[in-house]
């Protein structure tokens, strides 16, 4: 059961960790899953391989900050470099196992995404990046 802290507006309710929801018996399609996450543009949703739909709660705005930062970083060296493309924590990846997941900052070969239909692209791209990076928010008291 996720923690709950003291919440900071009246009303609001904050989880120290992501909550987990069984769907394998729905059998939640890939279709079904963009489409919930397109219905629910304010919720963070990771799928994991063994169909467990994870909430992701917002970051706090100090990890945030250090999340864009570490972007922006790898983001520079990306271009500088030209080997690779980099993507923020609102990008989905389905891998290989069958998860969905958004990693905080991710890096891929070029050659690799050239590859790729632009339809794959465009939506969940069907691969594991090469370089993930997760930020671990102070309020986490364990990963997914």
Request: net charge neutral; with cysteine; glycine share 6%.
């Amino acid at each position: 059961m996720p923690q709950v802290s003291e919440p900071a507006w009246p009303g609001w309710v904050e989880y120290s960790i992501p909550v987990k929801i069984n769907v394998q018996a729905i059998q939640l399609t890939d279709e079904q899953f963009v489409l919930l996450c397109q219905e629910n543009p304010e919720l963070r949703l990771e799928l994991t391989a063994q169909h467990e739909l994870v909430i992701m709660p917002p970051t706090g705005s100090k990890t945030g900050w250090r999340n864009s930062r570490m972007t922006q970083r790898l983001a520079n060296w990306a271009e500088t470099d030209g080997t690779g493309l980099v993507f923020d924590s609102s990008t989905g990846f389905r891998l290989p196992n069958g998860a969905k997941r958004s990693p905080d900052v991710s890096w891929l070969r070029r050659a690799r995404w050239e590859a790729l239909t632009e339809a794959r692209q465009n939506g969940f791209a069907p691969l594991c990046p090469d370089f993930v990076v997760e930020l671990r928010s102070q309020r986490m008291v364990s990963l997914p």
